[in-house]
């Protein structure tokens, strides 16, 4: 519409969980990472039919074929017209929508305009002024970042001077005042105004865009009496309670790895993605937030929480476990250490472990602590006190749990290793729980079988996902899963539910060489149904779509080659199992070599693919000798 841009409808929508505004209507259940699903409210639904997916943001019934983005489930629901239905939304989650009392000049959007043109120049700016720091460089190169990685991170330099920026953004037309609204001046005691950011190296904070919105810069000089991190205050673009550093460089990541590593630095989170470790963010400059957790929650369902071990560090992991389980994303405590047992961060940790810091790294994840375990360790339980105020600070953590399931299962542990009654008598209000005990009863499941979401692999599922809504991968995917491989037994899925889906697409693409979703989903039986029904609008570019798609098959044949090795460990070790062992070591290996290759040169996908079906027929031959 004329009088919001493009650039304020899409922070609302990034800012806006559409799960949480249509439960306000219509009582949804999870059925997945990111996913619900709930009684359709326009039509008469007897069983849940209408799908919404947070990580797209949007809505879909597949009975009736109602769906969208927020914005058109409120104009359908509430029979707005869009900038009705825009403002609803905007006064529900707290968004500040700009004037519009005069559209020829919007103020509010001018102010957000030139603090975005002023992020960039700055952002190049920083970038521009490194090489001509040794300091700056010399501070880098101890923390063993990359040139490309500096790039691709836009770490920069701000120069020890009160006017460098100042000087350089009034050359292109910009004035002190404008830079003090965009958080990159300060005006000083004496009524000037100097650059807010010197002698700092600097990084550039990115929405989920991908687009500047704010800046952190860390101080070279240890002697100077000034903090170690500084960042930009709230502006017209930035709420620092609503960004993660990394996030717009890892969304996509933590789908695939099906969890997220949450670190304290920008260090942090950057020495672990240039490693390969690429689902990881950072919250820098803040504590974690409520937004921070809700947001998170679109991705994943686990967490590693990876923060100092001073107490600080503790506090932070105390406070960020009971910020994202109401969120429904259980958090795991990872502690980092060097072998004489001193405590490190994650970004010394890489440093110091040289070529093997990524698989080191994931070889901590697999010691990571439940948080309840954790809170349980660093908790006083001796007395009875003691024990009594800690079952009522961890029932006050699971009172906020949405997931009933979840929540009773903790309830059940506590009252197993501490006695405690498990309910909330006392914890939670009469009438609050009397409103609980209604939507568990509108919540109930239906009587037919559902999927058991949690057991499903999701990178099996985005894969699958990838696949049926990727006409141009059709082919590729015909001649991988063929017949042939089909009657072999093996299969790369850990889920027979996903197998079957996959399966069957892929021989109604043998039979007519499309997939007509209709009709696949009438030859489906009703498990994997359910999970076709699931899948929202999403769309891959053919570039993007091949890329994922072979580095994925790669990962599947890995993984089913570690699931026959876990085969074997069960079978008497004799010379014959040693040697078949080996080989299945020797065959990842291999694959993890050429998926490398291929991720340095994509104009490899004709040889990468025909290694993928090399390897294929390795995993069959192997699965005959078992």
């Keep these: 519409m004329a009088f919001y841009s493009d650039d304020v409808l899409q922070d609302l929508k990034q800012q806006t969980n559409i799960a949480d505004i249509i439960q306000q209507f219509v009582p949804l259940k999870r059925s997945g990472s990111g996913r619900f699903v709930g009684r359709c409210p326009f039509h008469n639904d007897h069983s849940p039919s209408m799908n919404v997916n947070t990580q797209m943001g949007i809505y879909k019934c597949f009975a009736c074929g109602a769906g969208g983005d927020v914005f058109k489930f409120i104009m359908e629901h509430e029979k707005m017209d869009f900038k009705a239905a825009v403002e609803w939304i905007a006064n529900a989650t707290g968004f500040q929508l700009p004037s519009i009392h005069h559209a020829e000049n919007p103020k509010n959007a001018e102010e957000r305009s030139l603090v975005r043109e002023l992020n960039d120049l700055a952002a190049d700016w920083f970038v521009e002024q490194l090489p001509h720091s040794e300091k700056a460089l010399g501070y880098i190169s101890s923390r063993h970042l990359s040139k490309e990685t500096r790039h691709f991170f836009k770490v920069g330099y701000a120069p020890d001077g009160r006017e460098g920026f100042l000087s350089f953004a009034a050359k292109n037309g910009f004035s002190p005042r404008q830079l003090v609204e965009a958080g990159l001046a300060v005006e000083r005691e004496n009524g000037g105004i100097a650059d807010k950011f010197r002698d700092r190296l600097m990084f550039a904070i990115e929405n989920l865009s991908g687009k500047v919105v704010a800046f952190g810069g860390r101080i070279l000089d240890k002697e100077k009496k000034a903090p170690k991190y500084l960042n930009s205050p ?272 892929i021989a109604e693409y043998a039979e007519t060489k499309q997939i007509h979703l209709m009709r696949l989903h009438d030859s489906l039986s009703p498990l ?51 040697q078949w062992r080996l080989d299945l070591h020797t065959f990842a290996s291999k694959m993890q070599q050429n998926r490398t290759r291929y991720g340095e040169d994509p104009s490899l996908s004709s040889t990468f693919f025909k290694n993928l079906l090399d390897y294929r027929n390795e995993l069959v031959q192997f699965s005959s000798k078992l």
């Design 528 to 578: 994997p149904a359910q999970v076709l029904e699931s899948f929202g609008d999403e769309s891959w570019k053919p570039e993007a779509a091949q890329k994922e798609f072979l580095e994925t098959l790669a990962e599947l044949e890995i993984r089913t080659a570690e699931r026959m090795r876990d085969v074997l460990k069960t079978k008497p070790i004799t010379g014959e199992v040693i």
């Design 234 to 505: 709230d502006t017209a673009l930035y709420k620092k309670g609503e960004i993660l550093y990394g996030l717009s460089k890892s969304k996509n990541e933590i789908p695939k790895a099906g969890s997220v590593i949450l670190v304290e630095g920008y260090f942090d989170m950057i020495s672990l993605f240039q490693a390969g470790v690429k689902n990881v963010v950072a919250v820098s400059g803040t504590a974690l937030t409520e937004k921070h957790a809700e947001i998170l929650s679109r991705y994943t369902k686990t967490a590693y929480l990876v923060f100092d071990g001073d107490e600080a560090g503790r506090t932070a992991t105390r406070r960020t476990i009971e910020i994202v389980l109401p969120q429904g994303i259980i958090p795991k405590i990872v502690a980092l250490s060097r072998p004489n047992g001193e405590k490190i961060d994650p970004d010394n940790f890489m440093n110091e472990h040289g070529e093997s810091a990524a698989d080191d790294f994931r070889a901590e994840l697999t010691h990571a602590e439940d948080w309840f375990s954790y809170l349980s360790r660093i908790s006083p339980t001796d007395t009875v006190e003691d024990r009594a105020k800690f079952i009522t600070h961890i029932k006050s953590i699971l009172v906020n749990i949405r997931d009933s399931e979840l929540q009773n299962q903790y309830l059940r542990i506590l009252a197993e290793r501490f006695g405690a009654r498990p309910d909330f008598a006392g914890i939670r209000p009469e009438k609050e729980k009397r409103k609980f005990q209604k939507e568990d009863e509108l919540l109930q499941a239906p009587p037919e079988e559902q999927v058991p979401w949690q057991a499903l692999p999701p990178l099996e599922l985005r894969f699958i996902h990838l696949v049926i809504a990727s006409p141009s991968l059709w082919e590729a995917a015909s001649a991988f899963f063929d017949l042939d491989f089909a009657a072999s037994g093996v299969s790369l899925f850990a889920s027979e539910i996903l197998d079957e889906l996959l399966s069957t697409a």
